[in-house]
T-cell receptor, first 119, second 114 residues
Framework: DTGVSQDPRHKITKRGQNVTFRCDPI?????LYWYRQTLGQGPEFLTY????????KSRLLSDRFSAERPKGSFSTLEIQRTEQGDSAMYLC?????????????????FGDGTRLSIL | AQSVSQHNHHVILSEAASLELGCNYS??????LFWYVQYPGQHLQLLLK??????LVKGIKGFEAEFIKSKFSFNLRKPSVQWSDTAEYFC????????????FGGGTRLMVKP
């Protein structure tokens, strides 16, 4: 178990710029999740993939946000035209699970996150 | 939609004191319940989980939690804390048959004084 890997660890950018983050899940995990965590809060769900299919999206995910998982392995999260309110820690998690509907009872394993700071 | 409340935002204890962190959720259906811990500078790690069966679940490092369905609660306990337990603790819920997302509480920051 090499763990969930996220890159970069830190990103500082000016307001209005686009940023892209990468997540490499645990290799045998077919489910991948993105969360956002602001200071003093718990993580908030953004989106979820099963293999390459994006199956759930939170209302928090505005049209400036897009996530992909093209080959069912790594995933990218892009934020276009960044705003001050986008400053947060972006967390990626992965889990195993059968292809089925309903809640998963396999625990999610989290990466170290990418901390985004908007100047 | 489900929600999770952790009523204690900051807890300060001396070593060997007993710990109980509260967690309440709101959701009318069946849930899976989790406690995650985040040590300073590290990623979220799973402490313990409840899916079904015995409502008293034991996790790593001497932690346990009890699911009380009638109270919608899943409180975390440890009989004797150590300085190394200093961390932030998050309760999380996954509502079955309502997707795969985890809903987290706001977290409890625990400081254990040596």
């Amino acid at each position: 178990d090499t763990g969930v890997s996220q890159d970069p660890r830190h990103k500082i950018t000016k307001r209005g710029q686009n940023v892209t983050f990468r997540c490499d899940p645990i290799s045998e995990h077919n489910r991948l999740y993105w969360y956002r965590q602001t200071l003093g809060q718990g993580p908030e769900f953004l989106t979820y993939f099963q293999n390459e299919a994006q199956l759930e999206k939170s209302r928090l995910l505005s049209d400036r946000f897009s996530a992909e998982r093209p080959k069912g392995s790594f995933s990218t999260l892009e934020i276009q035209r960044t705003e001050q309110g986008d400053s947060a820690m972006y967390l990626c998690a992965s889990s195993s699970g059968a292809i089925e509907s309903g809640g998963s009872n396999q625990p999610q394993h989290f990466g170290d996150g990418t901390r985004l700071s908007i100047l | 939609a489900q929600s999770v409340s952790q009523h204690n935002h900051h807890v300060i204890l001396s070593e060997a004191a007993s710990l109980e962190l509260g967690c309440n959720y709101s959701y009318g259906g069946t849930v899976n319940l989790f406690w995650y811990v985040q040590y300073p500078g590290q990623h979220l790690q799973l402490l313990l989980k409840y899916f079904s069966g015995d409502p008293l679940v034991k996790g790593i490092k001497g932690f346990e939690a009890e699911f009380i369905k009638s109270k919608f609660s899943f409180n975390l306990r440890k009989p004797s804390v150590q300085w190394s337990d200093t961390a932030e603790y998050f309760c999380a819920v996954n509502a079955r048959n309502a997707g795969n997302m985890l809903t987290f509480g706001g977290g409890t920051r625990l400081m254990v004084k040596p």
